[in-house]
């Protein structure tokens, strides 16, 4: 996972979240979703959000700002991908 650390999806929508509410000018997102993306190397993310708002808006350059700093920390352990033991 190119060094990142591992989160689940949900551990990731909790991290976002947490940073988002630091800015009472984006209290208007009110969800994120992680959904999965193709990686195009290694140190690329595969992870990108889904902006859930109260309000008809688009979510404002400052919150990818903010998503962009966990991508480059994190990588989404997809938890579908693991092998289950028989």
């Not at 979240?17 to 994120?32: C, F, G, S, T």
């Not at 959904?35 to 889904?50: D, G």
């Amino acid at each position: 996972m190119a060094g990142k650390e591992p989160k689940t999806a949900h551990q990731l929508n909790e991290l976002v979240m947490k940073e988002l509410r630091k800015y009472p000018d984006l209290d208007y997102i009110v969800n994120v979703g992680i959904a999965e993306c193709m990686r195009r190397a290694s140190h690329y993310p595969n992870w990108e959000p889904n902006f859930g708002m109260d309000k008809e808006h688009t979510a404002p350059e400052k919150a990818f700002s903010i998503v962009k700093e966990l991508q480059n920390k994190y990588d989404c352990l997809w938890l579908h991908r693991q092998k289950t033991p028989r």
